[in-house]
Protein backbone atom coordinates (compact mmCIF):
# COMPACT_ATOMS: atom_id res chain seq x y z
CA UNK A 1 0.00 0.00 0.00
CA UNK A 2 1.54 3.21 -0.95
CA UNK A 3 2.50 5.83 1.83
CA UNK A 4 -0.27 8.37 2.36
CA UNK A 5 0.72 12.05 2.59
CA UNK A 6 -0.47 14.60 5.44
CA UNK A 7 -3.56 16.88 3.96
CA UNK A 8 -4.27 20.28 5.72
CA UNK A 9 -7.85 21.23 4.51
CA UNK A 10 -9.27 24.75 5.34
CA UNK A 11 -12.58 24.49 7.14
CA UNK A 12 -14.15 27.39 5.61
CA UNK A 13 -13.60 26.90 1.62
CA UNK A 14 -11.89 23.03 1.48
CA UNK A 15 -9.02 24.03 0.35
CA UNK A 16 -6.14 21.51 0.77
CA UNK A 17 -2.33 22.56 1.57
CA UNK A 18 0.28 20.36 2.06
CA UNK A 19 1.32 22.02 5.31
CA UNK A 20 0.10 24.05 7.93
CA UNK A 21 -0.17 28.07 7.41
CA UNK A 22 -2.28 30.49 8.96
CA UNK A 23 -4.14 32.43 6.62
CA UNK A 24 -5.96 30.39 3.77
CA UNK A 25 -5.05 31.66 0.38
CA UNK A 26 -8.33 30.89 -1.27
CA UNK A 27 -10.72 32.74 1.06
CA UNK A 28 -8.66 34.58 3.09
CA UNK A 29 -9.75 33.47 6.75
CA UNK A 30 -7.42 32.74 10.01
CA UNK A 31 -6.80 29.56 12.01
CA UNK A 32 -8.88 27.66 9.50
CA UNK A 33 -6.43 24.93 8.11
CA UNK A 34 -6.39 21.60 10.23
CA UNK A 35 -4.89 18.73 9.45
CA UNK A 36 -7.16 15.54 8.74
CA UNK A 37 -6.28 12.13 8.96
CA UNK A 38 -4.88 10.78 5.34
CA UNK A 39 -7.01 8.83 3.22
CA UNK A 40 -5.57 5.64 2.01
CA UNK A 41 -3.78 5.85 -1.42
CA UNK A 42 -5.64 3.56 -4.06
CA UNK A 43 -2.50 1.74 -5.41
CA UNK A 44 -1.50 1.80 -9.45
CA UNK A 45 -2.74 -0.90 -11.43
CA UNK A 46 -6.45 -0.28 -10.51
CA UNK A 47 -7.50 -1.79 -14.26
CA UNK A 48 -6.18 -5.06 -13.00
CA UNK A 49 -8.90 -5.83 -10.54
CA UNK A 50 -12.28 -6.58 -11.96
CA UNK A 51 -15.47 -5.02 -11.01
CA UNK A 52 -19.22 -4.79 -12.03
CA UNK A 53 -20.77 -3.90 -15.04
CA UNK A 54 -22.66 -0.58 -15.42
CA UNK A 55 -26.00 -0.42 -17.23
CA UNK A 56 -25.88 1.95 -20.44
CA UNK A 57 -28.67 3.48 -22.22
CA UNK A 58 -29.45 5.48 -25.25
CA UNK A 59 -30.38 8.98 -25.33
CA UNK A 60 -34.24 8.45 -26.56
CA UNK A 61 -34.60 6.17 -23.21
CA UNK A 62 -38.10 6.57 -21.98
CA UNK A 63 -38.97 7.16 -18.51
CA UNK A 64 -41.84 8.73 -16.64
CA UNK A 65 -41.13 11.95 -15.33
CA UNK A 66 -40.12 12.04 -11.61
CA UNK A 67 -43.11 12.34 -9.49
CA UNK A 68 -43.62 15.89 -7.03
CA UNK A 69 -45.15 16.22 -4.12
CA UNK A 70 -46.97 19.86 -3.24
CA UNK A 71 -45.63 21.23 -0.32
CA UNK A 72 -49.29 23.40 0.58
CA UNK A 73 -46.71 26.37 0.70
CA UNK A 74 -46.99 27.74 -3.03
CA UNK A 75 -44.09 30.20 -2.52
CA UNK A 76 -41.54 27.51 -1.42
CA UNK A 77 -43.15 24.89 -4.54
CA UNK A 78 -42.50 27.43 -6.90
CA UNK A 79 -38.77 28.49 -5.85
CA UNK A 80 -38.47 24.40 -6.19
CA UNK A 81 -39.74 24.23 -9.69
CA UNK A 82 -43.51 22.66 -9.05
CA UNK A 83 -42.98 20.57 -5.88
CA UNK A 84 -40.58 18.17 -4.36
CA UNK A 85 -39.29 16.00 -6.41
CA UNK A 86 -38.63 12.32 -4.92
CA UNK A 87 -35.27 11.30 -4.92
CA UNK A 88 -33.57 14.80 -4.65
CA UNK A 89 -31.53 16.62 -2.19
CA UNK A 90 -31.71 20.09 -1.23
CA UNK A 91 -29.39 22.43 0.19
CA UNK A 92 -31.43 25.36 2.24
CA UNK A 93 -28.95 28.27 3.98
CA UNK A 94 -29.47 31.47 5.75
CA UNK A 95 -28.46 33.84 8.57
CA UNK A 96 -29.06 32.55 12.05
CA UNK A 97 -32.63 32.99 13.21
CA UNK A 98 -33.75 34.30 9.48
CA UNK A 99 -36.56 31.16 9.40
CA UNK A 100 -35.08 28.00 8.24
CA UNK A 101 -36.13 25.88 10.21
CA UNK A 102 -39.50 27.02 10.78
CA UNK A 103 -40.28 27.13 7.22
CA UNK A 104 -39.20 23.40 6.90
CA UNK A 105 -41.23 22.42 9.63
CA UNK A 106 -44.15 24.34 8.31
CA UNK A 107 -43.41 22.02 4.89
CA UNK A 108 -43.25 18.87 6.29
CA UNK A 109 -46.17 19.26 8.69
CA UNK A 110 -48.43 19.90 5.43
CA UNK A 111 -46.81 17.45 3.36
CA UNK A 112 -47.71 14.80 6.73
CA UNK A 113 -51.01 15.89 6.92
CA UNK A 114 -51.75 14.28 3.19
CA UNK A 115 -50.45 11.49 4.41
CA UNK A 116 -46.83 11.55 2.92
CA UNK A 117 -44.18 10.04 5.73
CA UNK A 118 -42.67 12.39 7.36
CA UNK A 119 -38.94 12.66 9.17
CA UNK A 120 -37.26 15.70 11.35
CA UNK A 121 -33.82 15.59 12.44
CA UNK A 122 -32.19 18.04 14.74
CA UNK A 123 -28.78 18.11 15.80
CA UNK A 124 -29.27 21.33 17.51
CA UNK A 125 -32.17 21.21 19.00
CA UNK A 126 -34.01 19.03 21.65
CA UNK A 127 -37.47 17.38 20.22
CA UNK A 128 -39.67 19.56 23.04
CA UNK A 129 -38.47 22.75 21.83
CA UNK A 130 -39.38 21.43 18.14
CA UNK A 131 -42.61 20.84 19.83
CA UNK A 132 -42.96 23.95 21.22
CA UNK A 133 -41.92 25.85 18.23
CA UNK A 134 -44.68 23.37 16.39
CA UNK A 135 -47.23 24.27 19.43
CA UNK A 136 -46.96 27.89 18.73
CA UNK A 137 -47.56 28.42 15.17
CA UNK A 138 -50.34 25.84 14.95
CA UNK A 139 -48.82 22.41 13.88
CA UNK A 140 -48.57 20.43 16.96
CA UNK A 141 -51.53 17.82 15.20
CA UNK A 142 -49.47 16.90 12.14
CA UNK A 143 -47.82 13.46 12.13
CA UNK A 144 -44.16 13.96 11.87
CA UNK A 145 -41.31 12.11 13.19
CA UNK A 146 -39.28 14.62 15.57
CA UNK A 147 -35.61 12.91 16.44
CA UNK A 148 -32.72 14.94 18.39
CA UNK A 149 -29.20 12.79 17.12
CA UNK A 150 -26.30 13.48 15.47
CA UNK A 151 -24.29 10.16 15.01
CA UNK A 152 -25.34 9.41 10.98
CA UNK A 153 -25.17 5.88 11.46
CA UNK A 154 -27.67 6.01 14.40
CA UNK A 155 -29.86 8.48 12.03
CA UNK A 156 -29.78 5.88 8.97
CA UNK A 157 -30.09 2.99 10.78
CA UNK A 158 -33.45 4.50 12.85
CA UNK A 159 -35.15 5.75 9.56
CA UNK A 160 -34.87 1.99 7.93
CA UNK A 161 -36.05 0.84 11.03
CA UNK A 162 -39.55 2.70 11.18
CA UNK A 163 -39.77 1.81 7.14
CA UNK A 164 -38.05 4.99 5.20
CA UNK A 165 -39.85 8.23 5.14
CA UNK A 166 -40.63 10.00 1.81
CA UNK A 167 -39.03 13.33 3.08
CA UNK A 168 -36.38 13.60 5.51
CA UNK A 169 -35.08 17.28 6.99
CA UNK A 170 -31.46 17.36 8.58
CA UNK A 171 -31.15 20.27 10.52
CA UNK A 172 -27.96 20.88 10.06
CA UNK A 173 -25.26 18.95 8.27
CA UNK A 174 -22.78 21.03 9.99
CA UNK A 175 -23.56 19.38 13.08
CA UNK A 176 -23.65 15.56 11.98
CA UNK A 177 -20.71 13.14 11.80
CA UNK A 178 -19.54 9.90 10.45
CA UNK A 179 -17.74 7.51 12.75
CA UNK A 180 -15.64 6.34 10.65
CA UNK A 181 -14.10 10.07 9.87
CA UNK A 182 -11.41 10.65 12.33
CA UNK A 183 -12.26 14.27 12.53
CA UNK A 184 -14.69 16.68 14.98
CA UNK A 185 -17.96 17.38 13.13
CA UNK A 186 -18.63 20.63 10.87
CA UNK A 187 -14.79 20.38 9.61
CA UNK A 188 -14.49 19.75 5.65
CA UNK A 189 -14.29 16.07 5.94
CA UNK A 190 -16.99 15.62 8.15
CA UNK A 191 -19.76 17.57 6.37
CA UNK A 192 -19.04 15.93 2.78
CA UNK A 193 -18.89 12.51 3.95
CA UNK A 194 -22.28 13.45 5.55
CA UNK A 195 -23.55 14.89 2.75
CA UNK A 196 -22.46 11.86 0.17
CA UNK A 197 -24.26 9.27 2.64
CA UNK A 198 -27.59 11.24 2.77
CA UNK A 199 -27.59 11.95 -0.89
CA UNK A 200 -27.16 8.30 -1.72
CA UNK A 201 -29.54 7.25 0.50
CA UNK A 202 -31.93 9.87 -1.22
CA UNK A 203 -30.82 8.32 -4.64
CA UNK A 204 -31.26 4.54 -3.34
CA UNK A 205 -34.66 5.12 -1.51
CA UNK A 206 -36.42 7.59 -3.32
CA UNK A 207 -36.83 10.09 -0.67
CA UNK A 208 -36.71 14.02 -0.72
CA UNK A 209 -33.69 15.08 1.77
CA UNK A 210 -33.68 18.87 2.91
CA UNK A 211 -29.77 20.10 4.29
CA UNK A 212 -30.01 23.34 6.18
CA UNK A 213 -26.49 24.88 6.13
CA UNK A 214 -24.73 27.24 8.05
CA UNK A 215 -23.77 30.13 6.20
CA UNK A 216 -20.34 32.01 6.81
CA UNK A 217 -20.17 36.06 7.47
CA UNK A 218 -19.83 36.57 3.56
CA UNK A 219 -23.26 34.61 2.93
CA UNK A 220 -21.76 31.55 1.56
CA UNK A 221 -22.84 28.33 2.82
CA UNK A 222 -19.95 26.85 5.11
CA UNK A 223 -18.11 23.81 4.41
CA UNK A 224 -16.61 22.42 1.08
CA UNK A 225 -18.20 23.78 -2.14
CA UNK A 226 -18.08 20.44 -3.24
CA UNK A 227 -21.96 20.00 -1.04
CA UNK A 228 -23.39 22.28 -3.54
CA UNK A 229 -22.16 20.31 -6.54
CA UNK A 230 -23.88 17.12 -5.22
CA UNK A 231 -27.19 18.36 -4.14
CA UNK A 232 -29.62 18.44 -6.62
CA UNK A 233 -30.62 22.20 -5.38
CA UNK A 234 -29.02 24.82 -3.08
CA UNK A 235 -31.74 27.49 -1.97
CA UNK A 236 -30.46 31.15 0.08
CA UNK A 237 -32.82 32.98 2.40
CA UNK A 238 -31.85 36.40 2.05
CA UNK A 239 -33.26 39.03 4.43
CA UNK A 240 -32.60 41.32 7.21
CA UNK A 241 -33.67 39.27 10.64
CA UNK A 242 -34.90 42.63 11.83
CA UNK A 243 -37.20 43.08 8.69
CA UNK A 244 -40.89 41.68 8.29
CA UNK A 245 -39.69 40.18 4.40
CA UNK A 246 -37.60 37.19 3.87
CA UNK A 247 -36.39 35.90 0.56
CA UNK A 248 -35.66 32.25 -0.55
CA UNK A 249 -34.14 32.19 -3.67
CA UNK A 250 -32.45 29.45 -5.73
CA UNK A 251 -29.22 29.56 -6.67
CA UNK A 252 -29.35 26.19 -8.70
CA UNK A 253 -32.25 23.51 -9.38
CA UNK A 254 -31.88 20.26 -11.51
CA UNK A 255 -35.44 20.33 -11.51
CA UNK A 256 -36.82 24.12 -12.44
CA UNK A 257 -35.83 27.12 -12.95
CA UNK A 258 -32.66 28.91 -11.26
CA UNK A 259 -32.24 31.87 -10.14
CA UNK A 260 -36.61 31.42 -8.93
CA UNK A 261 -37.35 33.68 -5.67
CA UNK A 262 -40.33 33.18 -3.26
CA UNK A 263 -41.71 35.83 -0.43
CA UNK A 264 -42.77 34.90 3.22
CA UNK A 265 -43.47 37.47 5.67
CA UNK A 266 -42.43 36.57 8.97
CA UNK A 267 -45.28 36.50 11.32
CA UNK A 268 -46.32 35.12 15.22
CA UNK A 269 -47.68 31.97 13.36
CA UNK A 270 -44.34 31.24 11.25
CA UNK A 271 -43.84 32.32 7.83
CA UNK A 272 -46.60 33.35 5.63
CA UNK A 273 -46.31 33.23 1.89
CA UNK A 274 -46.72 36.32 -0.03
CA UNK A 275 -48.41 35.94 -3.22
CA UNK A 276 -48.16 39.47 -4.81
CA UNK A 277 -45.07 40.49 -3.33
CA UNK A 278 -44.87 43.99 -5.82
CA UNK A 279 -48.02 44.93 -4.01
CA UNK A 280 -46.09 44.53 -0.58
CA UNK A 281 -43.09 45.86 -1.37
CA UNK A 282 -44.81 49.32 -2.76
CA UNK A 283 -47.00 49.11 0.01
CA UNK A 284 -45.47 51.58 2.30
CA UNK A 285 -44.50 53.96 -0.61
CA UNK A 286 -45.43 57.75 -0.98
CA UNK A 287 -45.47 59.54 -4.03
CA UNK A 288 -43.68 62.90 -4.60
CA UNK A 289 -40.40 61.97 -3.20
CA UNK A 290 -37.09 63.35 -4.91
CA UNK A 291 -34.80 60.43 -4.70
CA UNK A 292 -37.24 57.46 -5.55
CA UNK A 293 -37.79 55.16 -8.81
CA UNK A 294 -40.33 52.44 -8.73
CA UNK A 295 -37.77 49.36 -10.87
CA UNK A 296 -40.21 46.99 -12.94
CA UNK A 297 -37.66 43.72 -12.36
CA UNK A 298 -37.49 39.90 -13.18
CA UNK A 299 -36.68 37.79 -10.08
CA UNK A 300 -36.54 34.02 -12.22
CA UNK A 301 -40.16 33.86 -13.69
CA UNK A 302 -41.57 36.26 -11.76
CA UNK A 303 -42.08 40.14 -12.49
CA UNK A 304 -41.29 42.05 -9.30
CA UNK A 305 -41.65 45.73 -8.80
CA UNK A 306 -39.65 47.48 -6.30
CA UNK A 307 -38.75 50.80 -4.78
CA UNK A 308 -34.90 51.81 -5.06
CA UNK A 309 -34.09 54.89 -2.91
CA UNK A 310 -30.57 57.45 -3.58
CA UNK A 311 -29.74 59.96 -1.30
CA UNK A 312 -27.08 62.29 -2.68
CA UNK A 313 -25.69 64.83 -0.05
CA UNK A 314 -22.67 67.24 -0.01
CA UNK A 315 -20.29 65.59 0.99
CA UNK A 316 -17.36 67.00 4.59
CA UNK A 317 -14.67 64.31 3.88
CA UNK A 318 -11.90 64.09 1.77
CA UNK A 319 -13.66 60.65 0.19
CA UNK A 320 -16.93 60.58 -0.11
CA UNK A 321 -18.69 58.10 1.03
CA UNK A 322 -20.44 55.11 -1.20
CA UNK A 323 -23.16 53.26 0.70
CA UNK A 324 -24.73 50.42 -0.93
CA UNK A 325 -27.80 47.91 0.39
CA UNK A 326 -29.13 45.81 -2.09
CA UNK A 327 -27.29 45.84 -4.94
CA UNK A 328 -23.99 45.95 -6.39
CA UNK A 329 -21.68 48.52 -5.27
CA UNK A 330 -18.88 48.39 -8.24
CA UNK A 331 -22.03 49.17 -10.66
CA UNK A 332 -23.25 52.18 -8.94
CA UNK A 333 -19.72 53.64 -9.35
CA UNK A 334 -19.99 52.28 -13.16
CA UNK A 335 -23.58 54.65 -13.24
CA UNK A 336 -21.82 57.66 -11.59
CA UNK A 337 -18.43 57.66 -13.40
CA UNK A 338 -21.08 57.46 -16.73
CA UNK A 339 -23.60 60.00 -15.35
CA UNK A 340 -20.32 62.60 -15.01
CA UNK A 341 -18.35 61.48 -18.25
CA UNK A 342 -20.90 61.21 -20.51
CA UNK A 343 -23.75 63.52 -19.55
CA UNK A 344 -21.47 66.00 -16.90
CA UNK A 345 -23.69 65.72 -14.24
CA UNK A 346 -21.64 66.59 -11.37
CA UNK A 347 -21.78 63.99 -8.62
CA UNK A 348 -18.69 62.46 -7.90
CA UNK A 349 -17.76 64.60 -4.84
CA UNK A 350 -21.21 64.17 -2.96
CA UNK A 351 -21.66 61.04 -0.57
CA UNK A 352 -23.72 58.48 -2.17
CA UNK A 353 -26.23 56.00 -0.62
CA UNK A 354 -28.46 53.39 -2.29
CA UNK A 355 -31.09 51.37 -1.09
CA UNK A 356 -33.38 48.97 -2.47
CA UNK A 357 -36.05 48.80 -0.42
CA UNK A 358 -37.67 45.94 1.55
CA UNK A 359 -34.74 43.98 2.07
CA UNK A 360 -34.45 42.53 -1.56
CA UNK A 361 -31.19 41.98 -3.83
CA UNK A 362 -31.12 42.96 -7.15
CA UNK A 363 -28.92 41.44 -9.64
CA UNK A 364 -30.03 42.25 -12.86
CA UNK A 365 -28.34 44.94 -15.25
CA UNK A 366 -31.53 46.09 -16.03
CA UNK A 367 -32.06 48.56 -13.24
CA UNK A 368 -29.35 51.12 -14.31
CA UNK A 369 -31.66 52.96 -15.65
CA UNK A 370 -33.91 52.96 -12.51
CA UNK A 371 -30.52 53.76 -10.44
CA UNK A 372 -29.57 56.40 -12.29
CA UNK A 373 -33.01 58.47 -12.66
CA UNK A 374 -33.03 57.94 -8.73
CA UNK A 375 -29.45 59.46 -8.29
CA UNK A 376 -30.37 62.71 -10.63
CA UNK A 377 -33.81 63.31 -8.48
CA UNK A 378 -32.02 62.98 -5.51
CA UNK A 379 -29.78 65.54 -6.52
CA UNK A 380 -31.58 68.12 -8.11
CA UNK A 381 -34.39 67.70 -4.96
CA UNK A 382 -37.14 66.75 -8.27
CA UNK A 383 -39.34 63.88 -8.19
CA UNK A 384 -39.75 61.79 -10.90
CA UNK A 385 -43.59 61.85 -12.73
CA UNK A 386 -46.31 59.89 -10.58
CA UNK A 387 -47.22 56.46 -11.48
CA UNK A 388 -43.82 56.25 -13.37
CA UNK A 389 -41.93 52.82 -13.87
CA UNK A 390 -38.46 52.38 -14.86
CA UNK A 391 -35.97 49.75 -16.22
CA UNK A 392 -33.21 49.67 -19.03
CA UNK A 393 -29.35 48.72 -19.44
CA UNK A 394 -26.66 51.46 -19.09
CA UNK A 395 -23.68 51.14 -21.55
CA UNK A 396 -20.28 53.05 -20.57
CA UNK A 397 -20.94 55.25 -23.75
CA UNK A 398 -23.72 56.59 -22.20
CA UNK A 399 -26.47 54.39 -24.03
CA UNK A 400 -29.62 53.02 -22.85
CA UNK A 401 -30.12 49.62 -23.91
CA UNK A 402 -33.00 46.85 -24.24
CA UNK A 403 -33.53 44.04 -21.89
CA UNK A 404 -35.51 40.75 -21.95
CA UNK A 405 -38.98 40.14 -20.76
CA UNK A 406 -40.52 44.02 -20.99
CA UNK A 407 -43.54 42.75 -21.62
CA UNK A 408 -44.00 40.87 -18.81
CA UNK A 409 -42.54 44.20 -16.29
CA UNK A 410 -44.79 46.76 -18.41
CA UNK A 411 -48.23 43.77 -17.68
CA UNK A 412 -47.32 43.75 -13.90
CA UNK A 413 -46.87 47.99 -13.56
CA UNK A 414 -50.23 48.10 -15.37
CA UNK A 415 -51.50 45.83 -12.88
CA UNK A 416 -50.44 47.31 -10.03
CA UNK A 417 -51.95 50.99 -11.26
CA UNK A 418 -49.16 52.41 -13.14
CA UNK A 419 -49.56 54.76 -16.03
CA UNK A 420 -46.24 55.40 -17.44
CA UNK A 421 -42.64 53.48 -17.70
CA UNK A 422 -39.14 55.21 -19.10
CA UNK A 423 -37.94 52.19 -21.03
CA UNK A 424 -35.26 51.69 -23.83
CA UNK A 425 -36.08 52.74 -27.14
CA UNK A 426 -37.59 50.73 -29.60
CA UNK A 427 -40.62 48.69 -27.59
CA UNK A 428 -43.22 50.88 -28.65
CA UNK A 429 -43.84 48.84 -31.98
CA UNK A 430 -46.19 47.01 -30.43
CA UNK A 431 -49.41 47.81 -28.45
CA UNK A 432 -48.48 48.03 -24.60
CA UNK A 433 -50.24 48.55 -21.22
CA UNK A 434 -49.08 51.97 -20.72
CA UNK A 435 -47.64 54.72 -21.98
CA UNK A 436 -43.93 54.41 -23.04
CA UNK A 437 -41.58 57.12 -22.35
CA UNK A 438 -38.06 56.17 -24.83
CA UNK A 439 -34.55 56.67 -24.32
CA UNK A 440 -31.29 55.14 -26.40
CA UNK A 441 -29.26 57.57 -24.83
CA UNK A 442 -28.73 58.63 -21.19
CA UNK A 443 -28.59 62.21 -21.61
CA UNK A 444 -32.64 62.02 -22.80
CA UNK A 445 -33.20 61.10 -19.45
CA UNK A 446 -32.00 64.50 -17.92
CA UNK A 447 -34.45 66.61 -19.55
CA UNK A 448 -36.96 65.59 -17.27
CA UNK A 449 -34.81 67.17 -14.57
CA UNK A 450 -34.90 70.94 -15.48
CA UNK A 451 -33.34 72.04 -12.57
CA UNK A 452 -29.99 70.17 -13.75
CA UNK A 453 -28.47 72.57 -16.31
CA UNK A 454 -27.47 74.64 -13.37
CA UNK A 455 -25.56 71.59 -11.57
CA UNK A 456 -23.68 70.57 -14.50
CA UNK A 457 -19.86 70.85 -15.06
Known sequence: MAKSEPRYVCQGCGAL???WQGRCDDCGEWNMILLEA??????????????????????????????RWLTGIGELDRVLGGGLVAGSAILIGGDPGIGKSTLLLQAVAELARKGVTCAYVSGEEATGQIAMRARRIGLQDSPVRLAAATNLRDIVTSLEAGGFPRVVVIDSIQTMFADNIESAPGTVAQVRAASQELIRLAKQEEM???????????GQIAGPRVVEHMVDTVLYFEGDRGHQFRILRAVKNRFGPTDEIGVFAMTDKGLSEVPNPSALFLGSRSG?????????????????????QALVAPSSLGTPRRAVVGWDSGRLAMIIAVLEARCG?????NDVYLNVAGGLRIGEPAADLAVAAALVSSLTDTPLPEETVVFGEISLAGEVRPVGQAEARLKEAAKLGFSQALVPAGLGQRQQPIRLAEFDRLTQLLDLFPDLTRRRN
Open 38 to 67: PRQVVPKGLSAGKGQVIGFSPLDHAESEAP
Open 345 to 349: VAIGM
Open 288 to 308: NVSGAAVFAGMEGTRPLLVEI
Open 17 to 19: YRR
Open 208 to 218: AVFLVGHVTKE
